[in-house]
């Protein structure tokens, strides 16, 4: 887990991840009062660097295709559509239950 931190609050958090070839950032979060301050780009670019010091050669995250504005920051950012599908089954609970 990543942060940022701006006199010892915490405005903005990545979580990441990598199998060795693999990184992934699962969730970016920035203080709601905090946001179009660019901390999103700056936990994001910090989640690359710290992926490229340990040689990892691909980044992927995971984006609700109900979440039009959080595509167009990505895809600011440089990320596109890898034309994968992600398939889930619930084994506990979910959203029909």
């Known amino acids: 887990m ?3 931190l ?3 609050q915490l405005v903005a958090t990545a979580m990441v991840g990598h ?5 992934w950032v699962y969730y ?3 203080d709601p009062a905090r946001r179009d301050e660019g901390l999103g780009r700056t936990i994001a670019r910090a989640a690359e660097d710290w992926l490229t010091e340990r040689g990892v050669v691909k980044v992927q995250l995971m984006v609700r295709h109900s ?3 959080l595509l167009g920051f990505y895809e600011q950012l440089g990320y596109v559509d890898d034309g994968v ?5 619930w084994l506990i609970g979910g959203p029909d239950k």
């Open 67 to 69: 979440s039009h504005e």
């Open 2 to 4: 990543l942060g940022v």
């Open 6 to 8: 701006d006199d010892e």
């Open 85 to 89: 599908t992600v398939m889930a089954r």
């Open 19 to 23: 199998d060795g070839h693999r990184g």
């Open 28 to 30: 970016i979060a920035v």
